[in-house]
């Protein structure tokens, strides 16, 4: 059963949490473990990154610290995904604290299982979820300070998407899973814009502040749909490793 995607049901703890920040937390984290960071560590408050992050040699660590899009002064990154390179992040733990999707992570981290989802690792997280068939699933966007946000909505559709297709195949129906209306408005501001993503972006008000900040770029990559397959997977609490599947 889904729920999706804006508000964190109350009860009871699902079996598989899917935390979602296309702009650009979650698409930044997937980025980085496929360049070969070594895990992903997560804060809601900086001032608990810089402590945590202290007991790491500085070539083990990489501090990456958002506030309104911008890069926080005193962290070696701020939250593009184009930084994290090979060269950058290979080896190393990415410390970050974003806006809304670390603090979205640090909301769900009670979960049986987390995963965090974007537009560019939508197929790994659905590969995931038909392998393991779990029973309850939050899909969560982290919205921007806890109001909704069209592109975390619209990669839950994009999710929930592919899996009703691929569901179909088998003879399953999409309305045997849907926990809530909201799975039906997701697909269908999916559907609607499916081929247009960047545009989505553009309009999305997120996609606005970031423009204003020169995150064209930014937007052209989280964008793009299924170009790395790889699933972030929480270990312990605030801390992901890659799943490759
Ligand atoms: C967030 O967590 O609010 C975002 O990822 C903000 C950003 O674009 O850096």
């Not at 920040?21 to 496929?34: E, K, Q, S």
């Not at 804060?43 to 926080?72: H, N, T, Y």
């Not at 999305?204 to 397959?229: K, M, V």
Request: include cysteine; charged fraction near 15%.
């Amino acid at each position: 059963v889904f729920h999706t995607p804006e508000l964190t049901p109350a009860e009871p703890t699902p079996d598989c949490a899917i935390a979602i920040d296309v702009l650009r937390a979650t698409t930044t984290m997937a980025t980085a473990l496929n360049a070969g960071a070594e895990a992903v560590q997560v804060f809601s408050s900086i001032d608990e990154l810089m402590q945590v992050s202290e007991a790491w040699l500085p070539e083990k660590r990489l501090r990456a610290g958002e506030r309104g899009g911008a890069k926080v002064p005193g962290c070696d990154l701020g939250n593009s995904p184009l930084d994290c390179t090979p060269e950058v992040v290979g080896g190393r733990r990415l410390f970050i604290s974003t806006t809304n999707g670390t603090r979205c992570l640090e909301r769900v981290q009670h979960a049986t299982t987390v995963l965090t989802g974007a537009l560019i690792n939508r197929s790994a997280v659905v590969s995931y979820l038909l392998q393991h068939q779990p029973e309850l699933v939050w899909m969560v966007g982290s919205g921007w300070e806890g109001s909704f946000s069209l592109e975390d909505t619209v990669c839950a559709g994009a999710i929930l998407y592919s899996l009703s297709q691929q569901l179909a195949a088998s003879g399953q129906s999409l309305e045997a899973i849907a926990g809530n209306d909201e799975v039906f408005g997701a697909i269908a501001l999916y559907t609607q814009w499916q081929d247009q993503l960047l545009q989505l972006l553009h309009h999305a008000s997120h996609g606005q502040r970031l423009l204003r900040l020169n995150g064209h770029a930014d937007l052209e990559y989280c964008a793009q749909t299924d170009i790395l397959n790889i699933l972030p997977i929480q270990k312990e609490p605030g801390v992901l490793i890659k799943q490759t599947l």
